[in-house]
């Protein structure tokens, strides 16, 4: 079975339409963090979670009631994965899961089970999230280091630039989902667990299509740049797409059948594998284009064109 | 042939590697089922005293095994198994303030203080550090230095280095002692496999599965330890007692007619054991409180009815007639100087008076607690006396692998509490060099305790920490300044262990809980379940993915990540890993990713094929010309993997865990075992393997 024989697909005559599509999407995170403020998880914010699940059929309205009659004001409350299961957020600590659970208790004929409790002090939260900052940082560091043994310069800096581009991508769109109310995201300790592995498993895809390159351009001698991207692309293809595929299906599955506490984790996986397979194909390739054209001044567009007019003759 | 040998070798020890490191994980599960039957069984059991009997059947029968297995056995993380996790702080800046003399606290220190505290609300920072700095910064140009505020009697030529020193020590020392009080309260609880460990210089955190009352536990660990010290009432009146429990549980089981007690192997086991054990050991008979070798001196009692008997049939006899006494061992100290304790045998109803000492094996611990803890039995206990056993067991036993606890008779009041001691020190006696601990009270406390000591001289009072005791020495003289000496530590590590204990009326650095996560049962066998079906439909997707995809290779690549995975879980189990929900996802997306290798190395074989190369040289150049690609994309996902472990916390790390291990796994078999497996294969003569590639292969 071939999903792709041999193909020959121009990534990059229309680089400048892929630019503008994930500057874009990211210009659009932004302004969602501006209207609907990215909301941190109490990983990060400190305060108590308490995650309840009901016998019978209620909902938020019933929930908020009974517990603002026990005193618990500000509760913020969410569905949790499956029906009748509720996530209450209150900023306070101390014993509110008791708190909860008996003012849920005087719910008549509904019976309530406490699913789990999540109690962070503000001080460990301030301190999780400074990790979190830190990890994804020296993630980036680490990738940086790693490329720069691997690559000369412009292909260094084209995947790190694809890999900057993931991080915020996926960032928007959390951002534009959880504004939109599509899906509940927060940004917590398990998206940020699922940045960290996007950030090491889709500069894969751009180390293995840059690594064609440089074969490409010793078996190649004096091929047009445009070509050799060109060229080096469509040969990674099948590879790339693959590859991606397997872990496409184990996300979809896990997203479908993992339980609402990894929810957010394989969502944000699924968004960032896809996000990096993308960037490594459209972004990293066109932006040592960019670097050639546009900081080094090689014109390299009259020469492609002559390529293209060559290849359209045979 | 040789060369494919040492492949089929290669493949089957890597099989068999994963089989058998998985294999602790599956007995024990076996075993578990079995223990929950037994369980059932002890629930629906009449009295306490059978469902325990049950227990302990289990315990012999398959104990040791399940022990074992347990081990080496993958273990659940709390969120899948249901528990708590606590993360407990010390409130360093609280003990700083304790420590500094009350009378010379004014607003400049004052303003110290309460500014450490603001900051320390918000940094990571050490909380000492930040004293200094604060210190520095306000108080020393007001002209003042620590020792205007720190005042240690103990301590000469008191310098602000010294004071600093003495702060850090005090910290460190706080800890411990915390960490030593909620052992033993987590330990009484009946915590099964709790983990508790100190985080840093300040931090305590712990695991604690399958608790479920959880107001009762955050009691449990935020309440102060108390400090006591209670006269030792191990005499006549409470050895009658134990007599009389004896000869209530006889007459009772002998009223119904049937032995509802358990039966006696067991503990006879347990006695000759220890019984042995004393006779074995020489060189403590010139210890003073060694017991002395067993002998058979209960035939010389004239009352004994037991006389006559053959010795099986008589100890049998003694058995049945001392249900209670028999699950421990009693000792009596002559009034002679020097003497040697005498085991007692309650065959008789005269007891002398004098000393008493008790030991028990700590697998008969929990009847002794059973039988005391029934209301009939309570009731008949002496009004002020309670029984309290030793916190640590008996070190000469213990060397030789038994654990083996005294237990107290205490008068219930205690004498002196804790909050009068200043200091504490473990030390080392200048006359003998043996360890020894000397003690500090104030005024207050001193005046007191001259009259307690002086009231109570050659008896005992003990150390009672959390009802547990943890030294019981004899008052040699009426000691009137204040200052003590304890004396008869094993070692150091154990005078250490009293010295922080005794601190505990000094140090008042209350615990707080900062981080709380609970998981109840239903949310984990949820979650076990959802990862399960998961981890299933997402191993078939890509098993047929490949298959279809890459023919044959398919199927050895789908063998490879198999293996992989089995692999993964036998090193998770053999690391003493713990399997988390993410690191279920961790393991599923190396299912995912374990087969990109694969991709690599087939697709490239596919090009050399289209190229018109022969299979046995695509397949070599295949493997080669990919290894480079593979090492890089699993390089930089385990990168990032190590960054994760290191800063995440909890699960996230099993995730972490998960993701390494797989990586480390996905090279091994993708490069190593799926190449032996297709070289075999090709070894036998086949000039084809199928990659999924097209039949012909057409040049253009």
């Known amino acids: 079975m071939q999903f792709f024989g041999k193909t020959n697909i121009d990534f990059v005559s229309k680089r400048n339409t892929w630019v503008i599509f994930s500057v874009s999407i990211i210009a659009i995170g932004l302004i969602f963090a501006f209207i609907f403020p990215p909301k941190f998880g109490i990983d990060f914010t400190g305060g108590s979670e308490v995650a309840v699940a009901f016998s019978e059929n209620i909902n938020t309205n019933d929930i908020r009631s009974a517990i603002s009659e026990a005193g618990i004001k500000n509760a913020e409350i969410k569905s949790f994965g499956e029906a009748n299961q509720y996530l209450i957020r209150v900023s306070e600590l101390g014993d509110v899961q008791v708190t909860i659970q008996n003012a849920l208790e005087k719910i008549p004929n509904n019976k309530v089970t406490i699913l789990k409790v999540d109690k962070i002090g503000a001080k460990i939260g301030g301190e999780m999230r400074l990790q979190a900052y830190l990890a994804v940082f020296l993630s980036i560091i680490a990738m940086l280091i790693y490329i720069g043994f691997r690559f000369e310069f412009v292909f260094g800096l084209g995947a790190i630039v694809a890999l900057v581009h993931d991080v915020f991508f996926v960032i928007s769109i959390i951002l534009i989902f959880n504004g939109l109310g599509i899906m509940d995201l927060e940004i917590n300790q398990s998206i940020v667990a699922a940045i960290l592995t996007v950030v090491g498993y889709s500069i894969n895809d751009t180390v293995i299509i840059f690594d064609r390159v440089r074969e490409n351009r010793v078996s190649h001698k004096g091929i047009h740049l445009m070509k050799l991207f060109n060229l080096s692309v469509n040969e990674t293809l099948s590879r790339t797409i693959n590859t991606v595929l397997t872990v496409v299906i184990t996300l979809v599955v896990l997203l479908t059948f993992g339980g609402p506490v990894l929810q957010g984790f394989s969502f944000t996986m699924l968004v960032g594998i896809l996000v990096g397979t993308y960037s490594s194909i459209f972004i990293a390739s066109n932006f040592v284009i960019f670097y050639n054209e546009k900081i080094k001044k090689i014109d390299l567009e009259s020469g492609w064109a002559a390529e293209k007019a060559k290849a359209a003759k045979v | ?593 374990a087969v990109d290798a694969n991709v690599l190395i087939y697709e490239r074989i596919r090009e050399e094929l289209a190229r018109g190369r022969s299979m046995k040289s695509a397949i070599d150049d295949g493997f080669n010309k990919a290894l480079s690609a593979i090492l890089d994309s699993n390089i930089t996902t385990f990168i990032t993997g190590l960054i994760l472990y290191y800063f995440g916390s909890g699960t996230i790390q099993g995730f972490a865990l998960t993701l390494m291990v797989g990586i480390i796994g996905t090279l091994f078999t993708a490069i190593v075992v799926s190449r032996a497996i297709i070289e075999i294969i090709m070894s036998r003569g086949a000039t084809h393997f199928g990659f999924g590639q097209k039949k012909v292969v057409s040049n253009n």
């Not at chain 2, 320390?120 to 505020?149: C, H, Q, W």
């Open chain 2, 1 to 593: 042939m040789k060369k494919v040998l040492g492949k089929i070798i290669l493949v089957a020890v890597t099989i068999i590697a994963a089989l058998a490191m998985l294999y602790p994980t599956y007995k024990a599960y076996n075993l578990e089922n079995i223990q929950k039957d037994f369980v059932r069984r002890a629930k629906a059991a009449k009295t306490s005293a059978d469902s325990l009997a049950i227990m302990e059947s289990f315990k012999k029968q398959y104990g040791e095994s399940l022990q074992s297995a347990k081990n080496s056995q993958l273990k659940l993380g709390l969120d899948l198994r249901g528990g708590m996790y606590v993360t407990l702080e010390i409130d360093v800046a609280r003990l700083i303030e304790e420590t500094a003399s009350k009378e010379q606290i004014d607003d400049i220190f004052e303003a110290v203080m309460e500014k450490t505290k603001e900051q320390a609300k918000n940094t990571e920072e050490d909380v000492i550090d930040m004293f200094l700095k604060n210190f520095d910064k306000i108080a020393r140009p007001k002209g003042k230095s620590l020792i205007s505020y720190f005042d240690f009697g103990n301590i000469r030529d008191l310098s602000d280095e010294k004071i600093v020193e003495k702060l850090r020590k005090d910290q460190d020392e706080a800890i411990d002692q915390a960490l030593e009080v909620l052992r033993q309260r987590i330990d009484k609880y009946g915590v099964a496999e709790p983990n508790i460990q100190k985080q840093g210089s300040a931090r305590i955190i712990m695991e604690l599965p399958g608790v479920s009352n959880v107001g009762e536990m955050r009691n449990l660990l935020q309440t102060t330890a108390r400090l006591e010290f209670k006269l030792v009432k191990n005499n006549k009146q409470i050895v009658e007692y134990f007599n009389r429990i004896d000869k209530f549980l006889a007459n009772k089981s002998a009223r119904l007619g049937s032995v509802t007690e358990t039966t006696a192997d067991t503990t006879i086991a347990a006695e000759t054991a220890m019984t042995e054990e004393t006779k074995a050991d020489t060189t403590a008979a010139a210890d003073t409180t060694a017991m002395a070798s067993a002998d058979t001196t209960k035939k010389a009692d004239t009352t004994d009815p037991y006389a006559g008997l053959p010795e099986k049939e008589a100890q049998e006899k003694y058995l049945a007639d001392h249900p209670f006494t028999r699950l421990f061992t009693t000792y009596f100290f002559p009034p002679q100087k020097n003497a040697q304790p005498q085991p007692v045998y309650y065959a008789s109803s005269q007891f002398p008076e004098g000393e008493y000492m008790f030991k028990v094996l700590e697998d008969s611990i929990p009847k002794f607690n059973e039988i005391m803890n029934r209301p009939e039995i309570k009731a008949m206990m002496p009004a002020d006396l309670s029984i309290a056993f030793e916190a640590n067991p008996d070190k000469r036993y213990e060397e030789q692998g038994i654990r083996v606890f005294d237990f107290h008779s205490l008068k219930s009041e205690a004498e002196l509490t804790g909050d009068v001691i200043t200091d504490a020190m473990a030390t080392y006696d200048p006359t003998n060099n043996l360890p020894m601990v000397t003690m500090a009270m104030n005024s207050d406390g001193s005046e007191r305790w001259s009259k307690i000591t002086g009231a109570n001289l050659q008896k005992r009072i003990a150390v009672v920490l959390d009802e547990r005791v943890y030294s019981a020495p004899t008052v040699q003289s009426k000691i009137t300044g204040g200052n003590s000496q304890i004396t008869g530590m094993a070692n150091a590590e154990e005078a250490h262990l009293l010295e922080i204990v005794l601190k505990a009326g000094a140090l008042k650095a209350p615990v707080q809980i900062i981080e709380e996560r609970i998981v109840g049962p239903s949310l984990g066998e949820d979650s076990i379940r959802n990862g399960f079906t998961a981890a299933i439909i997402a191993a078939i997707a890509v098993v047929l993915f490949m298959f279809f995809y890459y023919g044959n290779g398919g199927l050895v690549a789908d063998f490879a990540v198999v293996l992989n995975i089995s692999l993964l879980f036998g090193v998770l189990a053999s690391l003493g890993g713990t399997l988390t929900l993410p690191g279920i996802a961790g393991i599923i997306l190396t299912l995912g990713m």
